[in-house]
T-cell receptor
Framework: DAKTTQPNSMESNEEEPVHLPCNHS???????IHWYRQLPSQGPEYVIH???SNVNNRMASLAIAEDRKSSTLILHRATLRDAAVYYC????????????????FGQGTILTVHP | NAGVTQTPKFRVLKTGQSMTLLCAQD?????MYWYRQDPGMGLRLIHY???????AKGEVPDGYNVSRLKKQNFLLGLESAAPSQTSVYFC????????????FGEGSRLTVL
């Protein structure tokens, strides 16, 4: 599985934007970029995913570099509830691939949000 | 809509005892997964299933067995628990393995003494 590199931790103030970077220099053409987050004492939850174009949803935005070797998860206005571990993960597109859609989690980025 | 439900949520075992964790999903998903998470670590895949009656090994399968007799249920068994299996276990399911969102349960915290 292609690997991702994320900073161990980041800090933000409430109501400020947060940019969480992820490097994935070995990404293949069929890898989707997924972001999940894990709130304290909970299971991971889906945040957003994309392939080549930038994506927006109600939770966040995903900015993907033109060469796809890096991406940035953007939380437009951080709240205290956004304090979590954020995981950047690559998933193969095809069901017939060896990954069968399983996620390979790295260490993630611990986001601390200050009031 | 219950989503993914794990039982039990907490369990304490003695070394050598056996137990089964149950994962149930009500979303008609084909793909199901069992992960474990140790303190300060990311999740690691134990076993997964691509449909009823199928199972496959993940990254850390040793010491665990699984079964998928019904599409909605994915069972994780520990035949002879060891302290190294103390962990939080998460079950997940998805309908589309490539792009679909994985839905996770709330976790089952297992302590082996």
């Amino acid at each position: 599985d292609a690997k991702t590199t994320q900073p161990n931790s980041m800090e933000s103030n409430e109501e400020e934007p947060v940019h969480l970077p992820c490097n994935h220099s070995t990404i293949s053409g069929t890898d989707y970029i997924h972001w999940y987050r894990q709130l304290p004492s909970q299971g991971p939850e889906y945040v957003i995913h994309g392939l080549t174009s930038n994506v927006n949803n109600r939770m966040a935005s995903l900015a993907i570099a033109e060469d796809r070797k890096s991406s940035t998860l953007i939380l437009h206005r951080a709240t205290l509830r956004d304090a979590a571990v954020y995981y950047c993960i690559l998933r193969e597109l095809n069901a017939g691939g060896t990954s069968y859609g399983k996620l390979t989690f790295g260490q993630g980025t611990i986001l601390t949000v200050h009031p | 809509n219950a989503g993914v439900t794990q039982t039990p949520k907490f369990r304490v075992l003695k070394t050598g005892q056996s137990m089964t964790l149950l994962c149930a999903q009500d979303m008609n998903h084909e793909y199901m997964y069992w992960y474990r998470q140790d303190p300060g670590m990311g999740l690691r895949l134990i076993h997964y299933s691509v449909g009823e009656g199928t199972t496959a090994k993940g990254e850390v399968p040793d010491g665990y067995n699984v079964s998928r007799l019904k599409k909605q249920n994915f069972l994780l068994g520990l035949e002879s628990a060891a302290p190294s299996q103390t962990s939080v276990y998460f079950c997940a399911s998805t309908v589309l393995p490539g792009t679909g969102e994985l839905f996770f349960g709330e976790g089952s915290r297992l302590t082996v003494l």
